[in-house]
């Protein structure tokens, strides 16, 4: 074997292949964050979903009133007292939708981070092994893509509501209902982008070092799919809560538990629209189109944020640098006109 | 140093490899029964036009691509199908440094992960390990200060393509491929590159198997030359006979798109 520090012919020897040009002291360095380029939609969709945050984890330990406390008859007018008036069991609604959207959000948290799991999981093992494990795998996922996914759920919520074990009967039972009914399409994109990652030289060098196959998963495919996958993760976020809520309003959400579905549920079970009793169904509604609507506009500001064709602004400083580059063009013009002047 | 003395025995060779790809309503044949053998511490190029196979061949030869039919020997030992701490261990012995010295990197680590990953099997740590870092980038004309703590990006072209060379080089191999290498190097980027293989070669006694698609590069430090065209060897030879005595016509005309090359036969020649 060579001995390659013994035959070793030092830098200083030999001298540089190509000449050390010094270099200028560069622009002082910007913080990490501020290279994310955040941009005003990033803000807003932020915003909004912390808005949101705030109403359902910080906004009970705040208001006087519980969410299974009668404080009122059925369906009482928004008054001072209760700002968003009363439901059918003469419960508070604001205390009821900061109770509904906590357990709506905890559920989209768990049921959206199951399903990317789940998917990028198989999405990245078959993009990049490939061969027999691969079409597999997507075979699998094409069969569950085949299966109406709202069968499923619907007959699995069914089934969970006659469970004995109460751990299942909860928010936790359906978000693991919808998590796992909800990745195939996370992983057959994944899979598309793996595939290609998995065919870049990179991947050759770190074979080459000796990585393993499971090194190189997560050294070296996943962090090129980090972008993709937290853009998913988000867009599972927002289906999981709609999925939620669909099953929910259809009566088929967890017993016993708040959530903007279940309200949705009762409104519509105690004649709520017929009544006029807007305040009962209207809130639920509009905090569930906000928080979908937050984290679909975090979804494509992410997509600014990770792609640098599409952020906002580039054309303008584009075309402000132009506009600097044709003022100085200008006052150069000038000045040498200046100069054959003075010199004529 | 290591010894360079030729035995006869190839240590790295190709014997009747295929490589065929799928196609619509078909296959497409990249490589067709190709034999090519790799003495210890000589340059072999393989010169050939985009599409002629020449690549193909050396992933095969790599064993990052399987072969469809023939053997690939290492040593004297059939490695066509070896897999998992055989296959690591024949990546220790055959390296190789890539035509796109951006995409050779992980754009997420510094240089010193990527230079320090390939000794993980080794458990060198340390000042051992720094040492050799310092030694290898040393090779190729870089400091550790100039490098070790940056990302891919930091780096001109030619420094990403000379830190792949000590990447190689750490993990101590005895052939080094290295495909379209200076490619996508400006010239005087390239010939720095060349000479660099040219001095692991001579200091080392490295087996070096050079593909490109420039013949002028081929001769300015190979042994022998390969030239391959539509996936068959069409002309092999030691450097002198393919240049001086061309048989093929491809050959013929791969010579005379050299622009300069009248001058360098001189030289050479004289």
Not at chain 2, 6 to 17: E, I, N, Q, T
Request: proline share 5%; with cysteine.
């Amino acid at each position: 074997m060579t001995n390659i520090s013994s035959s070793a012919v030092s830098a200083e020897q030999e001298g540089p292949l190509v000449p050390e040009t010094p270099q200028a002291p560069g622009p002082k360095a910007r913080p990490a964050w501020r290279s994310l380029n955040f941009g005003p939609r990033m803000w807003v969709s932020l915003g909004m979903i912390l808005a949101i945050a705030v109403l359902a984890f910080i906004g009970p330990l705040l208001y006087p009133y519980a969410p299974d406390q009668k404080v009122g008859g059925l369906y009482d007018a928004p008054s001072p007292e209760h700002i968003l008036g009363t439901d059918n069991f003469g419960y508070d609604v604001l205390a009821v939708l900061m109770a509904s959207t906590r357990n709506s959000l905890i559920n989209g948290l768990l049921a959206g981070t199951l399903a990317t799991l789940i998917g990028v999981l198989i999405g990245v093992v078959a993009g990049y092994i490939g061969g027999w494990l691969e079409e597999a795998l997507m075979g699998i996922t094409n069969i569950v893509l085949a299966i109406p996914a709202i069968v499923i759920l619907i007959l699995i919520s069914m089934s969970l509501q006659s469970t004995d074990i109460p751990f299942l009967k909860g928010i936790v039972g359906l978000a693991l209902v919808i998590g796992i009914t909800s990745w195939p399409w996370t992983a057959r994109a994944v899979r598309a982008q793996a595939s290609s990652v998995a065919t870049r030289e990179h991947i050759d060098v770190a074979k080459l070092s000796g990585a393993r196959t499971g090194g190189i998963l997560v050294f070296d495919v996943l962090p090129y799919l980090a972008s993709y996958i937290v853009m998913a993760w988000v867009l599972q976020l927002a289906s999981a809560i709609l999925a939620e809520s669909t099953l929910s309003m259809l009566g088929l959400g967890p017993s016993g538990t708040n959530s903007l579905g279940m309200q949705l549920h009762w409104a519509l079970a105690f004649q709520a629209v017929a009544v006029g009793a807007y305040w009962a169904f209207l809130p639920p509604t509009i905090v569930l189109t906000l928080i979908s609507f937050a984290l679909l506009y975090l979804q494509s500001s992410l997509d600014e944020v990770f792609n640098p064709r599409l952020r906002r602004g580039k054309k303008k400083n584009l075309a402000r640098a132009a506009a600097r580059r044709a003022e100085a063009a200008r006052k150069l013009a000038e000045q040498i006109e200046g100069r054959q002047e003075v010199t004529a | 140093m290591r010894d360079s003395t030729d035995s006869g025995v190839p240590v790295l060779a190709a014997s009747h490899v295929t490589k065929q790809f799928r196609v619509a309503g078909g296959h497409l044949t990249a490589v067709d029964d190709v034999s090519v053998e790799f003495h210890a511490g000589k340059v072999l190029a393989v010169v050939g036009e985009s599409g002629s196979g020449k690549s193909t061949l050396a992933r095969m030869l790599l064993r990052l691509m399987p072969v469809t039919s023939g053997t690939i020997t290492y040593q004297g030992k059939d490695v066509t199908h070896i897999r998992g701490g055989e296959l690591r261990s024949y990546w220790r012995d055959v390296q190789a440094v890539f035509q796109d010295p951006f995409a050779s990197f992980n754009q997420f680590f510094t240089i010193g992960h990527t230079l320090r990953r390939g000794m993980r099997a080794e458990k060198l740590e340390g000042d051992t390990l720094d040492a050799l870092i310092e030694t290898c980038l040393g090779y190729v004309g870089l400091k550790p200060g100039d490098a070790v703590h940056k990302y891919p990006h930091q780096l001109s072209g030619g420094q990403r393509q000379r830190v792949m060379i000590a990447r190689a080089l750490m993990m101590n191999p005895k052939v080094l491929l290295a495909d379209e290498a200076t490619s996508m190097l400006d010239a005087s980027l390239r010939v720095s590159a060349l000479n660099v293989m040219q001095d692991l070669r001579d200091n080392l006694g490295l087996t070096v198997l050079f593909i490109t698609h420039d013949i002028g590069q081929a001769c300015y430090f190979a042994d022998e030359v390969v030239v391959m065209e539509h996936g068959l060897i069409v002309e092999r030879g030691t450097t002198d006979e393919v240049i001086f005595t061309p048989k093929h016509d491809y050959t013929k005309r791969l010579l005379s798109d050299v622009p300069d090359l009248k001058g360098s036969l001189k030289v050479r020649k004289d």
